[in-house]
C-alpha cells in the first residue's frame, strides 16, 4: 500500500453537521468532499458522483449516505458505493479526527509537490 | 433457422396480441421450445404489449414501454420468428400454409387464430372522417394524445368500461369531455341503476360532462370531425370524437376459410376450431354461445389451448364467473354475476352511503351469492367472487353478508383487511392473469420472493390490471411473515405514515421540530433521508410561519445556496424582473457583473427574465452584491417557490390589450414572491383572451377580458402539458389579489410536497378547490389573510442577506492546506 501523509485541514466546526465541505485540494486533480453526520463522524470521498461527476459534497446528508443533487444517486459514506438499484462506486479517502481537527490522508507521492 | 433438418412442428400464431402469446407462453412453460417452430404474424407494428393498460397510457400513468410484454428479444432467445405489420390475409387450408399481406407463405402443422376482435362500428355518417377514432391500439392512443396536444374538446362515444376509461384519459390530458350514452346509466351492463348514478355523480365532480340516453345520428364536420349531433337535438361540438361503443370478433379470414364461425369462431371446449388443426383462443372465438371481451377467461383458454397443443388430450375450457373493475383513478368499482335479483324469489340486499359514496349490493339465489355490485370500497369484492364461484352457503351469515367479509365473519377474530389466512388454495387472486392463492403462495416458498415485483415477474399475479395488489401483498405478508406497509404510499422508506396522515399531525398535535415529527411517527433513519427531510422541512415551515426555524442541511442544494446547480457544478444566477419589466441601470448592472467575473453565458428566459449561467460558487455572494446595488434581487429561480409572473403589454400599448396586464402582474409578484410552496410556482397574466402571456398552462393564470379578470388554475408546461381549468372571473384586481392569496395557501397547506398544482388539482378535482375558493368566501378570506401573515417571514431577498454575511460559511473555502 502506497503511504500516506495526514494533512489537517481545519477544525470539525468548519464543516456543517449533515453537511459538507469540497477541500481546496484535490487527489491526483479530483477535489475531495468532506463530509460530517449528525453524529459527528467524518468521511471523505473524491466529490465526483459516479454517475455523471455531479458534486457530492452539495448533497443532503443523511445518516452514513449522501444524495448527489445532480440526480439524487444516494452513495454510502463510507465506501463510495451507489445503493439501491444503481451501481457505481466513488474512491474513498482516508480521514480521521484528532482532537476536533480533521486529518485527510493522501499519498505521499501526490501530496509531495502540490500546494 | 434451417428450414429442412428442423425436426420440430410447425406451429403458425396469428395475431401477436394477449391471447396469443400468452398461449405460446403457456406452451413454452410447458414443454419448453422443443415441439413447435413458432411463427408469429402481428398486424401492429409492435411487439406483444397488454391492451388492458392502455388506458393508463392514455391518462399518462404508464409509458408505452411499461405495458410492453415481452420485447423483441424475449421472441429471439425463444426462438420466435415474429412479423409485426404484416397481417394474415389467407389461410390455405389444402396447403396448410397462411399468406400474409407482404406476401410471405408460412406452412404450418399446427395453425393459432388470435385475432381478437375490432371497435362495433355502426353506420353513423361522419365515422370516417379525420378527428374520429376508436380506442383499440396504440395507434388509437398516439391519435387521441396528438389530438390531446393541440385541440381542446373530445367527445367519447360509449359510457361503458372502456369509454370512460378513454374519456378520463382524455380529461386527465387537459382536454375538456363529454361522454355521449345510449342507455339511462353507465356502465349498465356491469353496474345497477344506483351504482352507475354514482359513478356519473363522481366523474361529472371530475369535470366529466354526460349525455346520457343519447343516441348519436351522426358525426359533423366537413374535412375534419367538429361535433356530434343527437337524434333528440341535442349537439356537442367537439375536436376529436371517439367511438368506444363495443368490440366484434374478427372472424373475416376464419369466414374466407370456410372454418365454421358463428358471432365468433366457434371452438369447442378444447379450443379447437372445426378444423381439428386449427385451434382459436381471445376475443374472436365463441365459445358455447358466448364470446368474450374480459382478459380472466382468455387466460383459462391460452391454458387450456396450450395443453391440448402440447399433446394434454384432457384439458376443458369452461367460462366461470367473471368480474369486472373500471381503471380510473380513484373510482373503485366491483361487480361481478346477477347486477339484480331475477325475480321475487331471490334475495337483494343494498347498503348506500351517499355521504362517502359507498353502495354495495349482493344479491342471493337460495341462500347463495349469485351477484355483487360495489362501488367506493371494493375491498370485498374478491371474497364475494370466490362465494360465488365456491357457490357457499351463506344462509347463516346472510343478515352480515353485505357488510364485507371481516363483519360477516366476526366470531373468528378477523382485524381488518382480506383474510388471506383462510382462502382456499384455489382462491382465485389475481383474475387478470388466473393466478391462485396457492400458486403464488408455491413461487414465494419455491424462489424465496419476497417483494411485490418479485412476485409480479414470477408469477404475474397483480401484473395487469394491478387491483388485486393489496391481496397479493397480505399473500406475500401471509407466506413470509414479513408485513408489507400498504394502502396509502408513505412518504418515504423512513415511515409507513403518508403526507397528509404526517401533515395532520404537525398542526393538530402541535408537532414544532423534525425530531418531534419523527419521534410521533416512529421513523426508521434518525435523519430522514433526500425525500423526506425537504417535504418534513417545508411542511414545518408551512405549518408554523414565524416560528419554525429553516433547516439548510434539510435543503436541496438550489434553495440552501440560492442558486441553480448546472451540471458542472456551477450555478445560474437569475435577478427577480418584477411582471417582465426592467430597466437600463438593471440592465447596465447585469452587463458589468458578466464582465467582471467573467460569466460565460447570458441567456433570456422562458419567464421574461435574464439568466447568468456558469457561475462559480465562491463568487455568487459578490455576484449578488452587484446585483442588489442596482436594486435586483433573488429571481427564486431555484426555489420551490414562486418563480415568474409573465405578462404581456396590456392596456398600457397594445391595441387590444383590456385591462393592466402587465400591472397586475407586478402587483401579484409582489404579495406572492418570496413563499415556500410544494413545488414551484408559475403564474401569468394576459391583458385579453389572445392570451399572448400564455396564462393557461401556468399554475395560476389571470386572463383580462372587457368585463374583468378569468382566473384559470392547475395548468403546467412541461412533460405533461395540462391547460388550465376555469376557477372564477371577477371585476377587480383586489379580488385577483386575494383570490391568488387563497389558491396559493391551498396549495401550500393540502399539496404533498413535489406536487405541482396540476397533479394535485388532478388528485382533489377542480369543483373541491372551487368548493374551498369560490363558494366559501369567508373561508377563501382566512386562506388569503393566513398568506399575507407567512408572507411576512419571508419577503427578506436572500441574496442580500447573504452578501451581508449570513450562512458565509456556506461560500468560504476550506483553508487551503500547504505542503508538508
Known amino acids: ?115 | 433457422m434451417n428450414m429442412i433438418s428442423d425436426p420440430r412442428e410447425r406451429l403458425v400464431v396469428i395475431g401477436n396480441g394477449m391471447a396469443g402469446m400468452r398461449t405460446v407462453e403457456e406452451m413454452l412453460r410447458l414443454e419448453g421450445g422443443d415441439r413447435f417452430r413458432v411463427t408469429v404474424f402481428g398486424a401492429e407494428p409492435h411487439v406483444n404489449y397488454n391492451r388492458i393498460m392502455l388506458s393508463s397510457v392514455l391518462a399518462g400513468d404508464k409509458s408505452v414501454d411499461d405495458i410492453v410484454i415481452n420485447s423483441r428479444e424475449w421472441y429471439r432467445d425463444n426462438d420466435i420468428a415474429l412479423l409485426t405489420g404484416d397481417p394474415v390475409t389467407r389461410i390455405d387450408r389444402e396447403a396448410r400454409t397462411v399468406t400474409s399481406a407482404n406476401g410471405v407463405t408460412v406452412p404450418y402443422d399446427r395453425l393459432l387464430i388470435a385475432t381478437g376482435s375490432r371497435p362495433l362500428a355502426p353506420p353513423i355518417p361522419g365515422l370516417s372522417l379525420p378527428g374520429v377514432c376508436a380506442f383499440r391500439n396504440i395507434a388509437d392512443v398516439d391519435k387521441m394524445l396528438e389530438s390531446a396536444r393541440t385541440q381542446k374538446r373530445a367527445v367519447v362515444i360509449g359510457g361503458g368500461l372502456l369509454g370512460l376509461e378513454a374519456a378520463w384519459g382524455l380529461k386527465q390530458r387537459g382536454m375538456s369531455v363529454a361522454v355521449v350514452h345510449l342507455m339511462p346509466t353507465l356502465m349498465e351492463r356491469q353496474l345497477d341503476a344506483a351504482a352507475g348514478q354514482l359513478l356519473q355523480r363522481d366523474l361529472d365532480r371530475r369535470g366529466i360532462a354526460f349525455f346520457t340516453e343519447g343516441l348519436t345520428e351522426s358525426i359533423t364536420g366537413s374535412n375534419c370531425a367538429d361535433g356530434v349531433q343527437l337524434a333528440d337535438g341535442r349537439f356537442i361540438p367537439a375536436d376529436l370524437v371517439v367511438l368506444a361503443i363495443g368490440i366484434q370478433p374478427n372472424i373475416d379470414l376464419a369466414r374466407a376459410a370456410e372454418i365454421e364461425v358463428n358471432r365468433g369462431i366457434v371452438v369447442g371446449d378444447d379450443m379447437s376450431t372445426s378444423d381439428p388443426n386449427i385451434f382459436a383462443v381471445g376475443e374472436c372465438v365463441e365459445h358455447r354461445g358466448q364470446v368474450f371481451g374480459l382478459v380472466a377467461p382468455i387466460w383459462d383458454q391460452a391454458k387450456v389451448c396450450a395443453s391440448r397443443l402440447t399433446g394434454d388430450k384432457t384439458a376443458l375450457f369452461a367460462s366461470r364467473e367473471l368480474s369486472t373493475s373500471l381503471k380510473i383513478t380513484g373510482i373503485d368499482v366491483f361487480s361481478a354475476g346477477a347486477l339484480m335479483a331475477a325475480d321475487e324469489s331471490d334475495d337483494e340486499i343494498t347498503l348506500r352511503d351517499n355521504k362517502h359514496g359507498l353502495y354495495k349490493k349482493v344479491v342471493l339465489r337460495d341462500g347463495k351469492m349469485v351477484g355483487a355490485v360495489l362501488y367506493g370500497d371494493v375491498a370485498d369484492g374478491s371474497w364475494y367472487l370466490q362465494l360465488m364461484r365456491d357457490k357457499t352457503d351463506l344462509s347463516a351469515m346472510r343478515d352480515r353478508i353485505v357488510f364485507g367479509r371481516a363483519f360477516a365473519e366476526a366470531g373468528s377474530v378477523k382485524t381488518s383487511g382480506p383474510d388471506v389466512a383462510s382462502m382456499p388454495d384455489d382462491a382465485q387472486i389475481c383474475g387478470c392473469n388466473g393466478v391462485s392463492k396457492g400458486g403464488i403462495v408455491r413461487a414465494i416458498k419455491e424462489k424465496e420472493l419476497t417483494s411485490l415485483s418479485q412476485v409480479r415477474a414470477h408469477t404475474k399475479a397483480s401484473a395487469s390490471c394491478g387491483q388485486c395488489t393489496g391481496l397479493v401483498e397480505a399473500l406475500i405478508a401471509h407466506a413470509t411473515g414479513v408485513m408489507v406497509e400498504k394502502k396509502v404510499p408513505a412518504l418515504c422508506d423512513c415511515t409507513s405514515a403518508g403526507h397528509d396522515e404526517i401533515r395532520k399531525a404537525i398542526v393538530a398535535d402541535g408537532l414544532k421540530s423534525m425530531k418531534d415529527v419523527r419521534d410521533a411517527f416512529g421513523w426508521k433513519k434518525p435523519d430522514g433521508c433526500h425525500k423526506c427531510c425537504p417535504a418534513l422541512n417545508y411542511y414545518l415551515l408551512c405549518a408554523w410561519p414565524g416560528e419554525y426555524h429553516d433547516d439548510a442541511q434539510s435543503r436541496f442544494v438550489n434553495e440552501r445556496v440560492h442558486a441553480n446547480i448546472q451540471k458542472d457544478g456551477t450555478y445560474s444566477v437569475i435577478p427577480r424582473m418584477w411582471g417582465g419589466l426592467t430597466t437600463p441601470a438593471e440592465l447596465h448592472a447585469i452587463a458589468s457583473v458578466v464582465e467582471k467575473f467573467s460569466i460565460p453565458t447570458v441567456k433570456v428566459t422562458g419567464g421574461q427574465r435574464i439568466d447568468l449561467l456558469g457561475v462559480k460558487k465562491e463568487d455568487l455572494p459578490a455576484v449578488w452584491g452587484d446585483l442588489n446595488k442596482a436594486g435586483l434581487v433573488s429571481g427564486h429561480a431555484y426555489a420551490k417557490g414562486l418563480r415568474t409572473v409573465k405578462t404581456c403589454v396590456g392596456s398600457e400599448w397594445c391595441r387590444f390589450g383590456t385591462q393592466d396586464s402587465t400591472g397586475l402582474g407586478v402587483k401579484l409578484e409582489k404579495m406572492c414572491w418570496g413563499s415556500w410552496t410544494p413545488h414551484k410556482v408559475k403564474f401569468a397574466v394576459s391583458g385579453c383572451p389572445r392570451n399572448c402571456a400564455e396564462a393557461t398552462i401556468k399554475d395560476l393564470g389571470v386572463v383580462c377580458v372587457e368585463a374583468g379578470y378569468d382566473i384559470v388554475i392547475g395548468g403546467n408546461g412541461g412533460i405533461d402539458v395540462r391547460v388550465t381549468d376555469p376557477l372564477v372571473r371577477v371585476s377587480s384586481e383586489a379580488e385577483v389579489l386575494e383570490y391568488a392569496g387563497a389558491f396559493m395557501q391551498l396549495y401550500r397547506e393540502e399539496a404533498h410536497y413535489l406536487d405541482r398544482t396540476a397533479p394535485w388539482i388532478a388528485r382533489v378535482g377542480i369543483d373541491y378547490v372551487k368548493s374551498r375558493l369560490v363558494d366559501d368566501s369567508a373561508g377563501r378570506r382566512a386562506l388569503n389573510a393566513r398568506f399575507l401573515y407567512s408572507q411576512q417571514f419571508v419577503q427578506v431577498d436572500p441574496w442580500s442577506e447573504r452578501v451581508r454575511g449570513a450562512e458565509s460559511h456556506e461560500f468560504a473555502r476550506l483553508p487551503a492546506l500547504t505542503d508538508a
Do not use: Y
Open chain 1, 1 to 115: 500500500m502506497t503511504a500516506i501523509d495526514w494533512k489537517n485541514i481545519g477544525p470539525l466546526a468548519n464543516i456543517p453537521v449533515r453537511g459538507a465541505r469540497r477541500l481546496c485540494f484535490g487527489l491526483g486533480g479530483r477535489p475531495i468532499a468532506i463530509f460530517r453526520t449528525s453524529e459527528d463522524e467524518v468521511f471523505a470521498l473524491v466529490d465526483e458522483c459516479p454517475h455523471r461527476s455531479g458534486p457530492l459534497s452539495e448533497g443532503i446528508v443523511s445518516g452514513h449516505t449522501v444524495t448527489c443533487p445532480l440526480h439524487n444517486w444516494v452513495i454510502g459514506l463510507a465506501d463510495g458505493k451507489a445503493t439501491g438499484a444503481d451501481e457505481g462506486e466513488t474512491q474513498t479517502v482516508p480521514v480521521k479526527l484528532v482532537a476536533g481537527e480533521v486529518h485527510v490522508g493522501v499519498p505521499k507521492v501526490l501530496a509531495r509537490g502540490r500546494v
